[in-house]
T-cell receptor, first 116, second 114 residues
Framework: DADVTQTPRNRITKTGKRIMLECSQT?????MYWYRQDPGLGLRLIYY???????NKGEISDGYSVSRQAQAKFSLSLESAIPNQTALYFC???????????????FGEGSRLTVL | AQSVTQLGSHVSVSEGALVLLRCNYS??????LFWYVQYPNQGLQLLLK??????LVKGINGFEAEFKKSETSFHLTKPSAHMSDAAEYFC????????????FGTGTRLTVIP
């Protein structure tokens, strides 16, 4: 089983619908991240969380919200989806003991979201 | 603030030829620099990283990169391309004071021609 699991892997929805993408990890890491990948734009940080009580906005948080339900779970919500939120979304984790300082992130396989 | 620029969104090489993927960075603090690789339908995985010390760093699968402060560069190389190297490669930078965030480049898609 993957260390960082994202569900769903693919989702097609309509404008205005609420969507939740879920991420769970078995690595025991405290830090979790949501990134968005668009062709030609690379990865951009949406939100990150250093522990259950800590949530921080990234570069492009508008239109998104997150919930850190437990150390192992970090979900991303689109309250009212719009077409320009069509993208590939990645969850990632890091270990503050070493990975967070040196920058090693561990990624899930991605959730492809299409908003019509 | 930190940022990276990857020169060339697509690079094609013949199998067995040298691979050179270019990355230039901008950082107001001593940078930590990274290369990540993304194979089709997968997430990103760390290829190699520079934090401190030796400026030539070696990674997995025969890749290496050299940190050149004077040129603000961190180019990725591999002497001989293999078909399995076909993937998208991302350069990233973070501030040495703590990697609260990595700033990724726009990516370079490597095609290996048989």
């Amino acid at each position: 089983d993957a260390d960082v699991t994202q569900t769903p892997r693919n989702r097609i929805t309509k404008t205005g619908k609420r969507i939740m993408l879920e991420c769970s990890q078995t690595k025991g890491h405290d830090r979790m991240y949501w990134y968005r990948q668009d062709p030609g734009l690379g990865l951009r940080l949406i939100y990150y969380s250093f522990d259950v009580k800590d949530i921080n906005k990234g570069e492009i948080s508008d239109g998104y919200s997150v919930s850190r339900q437990a150390q192992a779970k970090f979900s991303l919500s689109l309250e009212s989806a719009i077409p320009n939120q069509t993208a590939l979304y990645f969850c990632a984790t890091s270990d503050p003991g070493g990975g967070a300082v040196t920058g090693e992130l561990f990624f899930g396989e991605g959730s492809r979201l299409t908003v019509l | 603030a930190q940022s990276v620029t990857q020169l060339g969104s697509h690079v094609s090489v013949s199998e067995g030829a040298l691979v050179l993927l270019r990355c230039n960075y901008s950082s107001s603090v001593p940078p930590y620099l990274f290369w990540y690789v993304q194979y089709p339908n997968q997430g990103l995985q760390l290829l190699l990283k520079y934090t401190t010390g030796a400026t030539l760093v070696k990674g997995i699968n025969g890749f290496e990169a050299e940190f050149k402060k004077s040129e603000t560069s961190f180019h990725l190389t591999k002497p001989s391309a293999h078909m399995s190297d076909a993937a998208e490669y991302f350069c990233a930078v973070s501030g040495a004071s703590g990697a609260n965030n990595l700033f990724f480049g726009t990516g370079t898609r490597l095609t290996v021609i048989p």
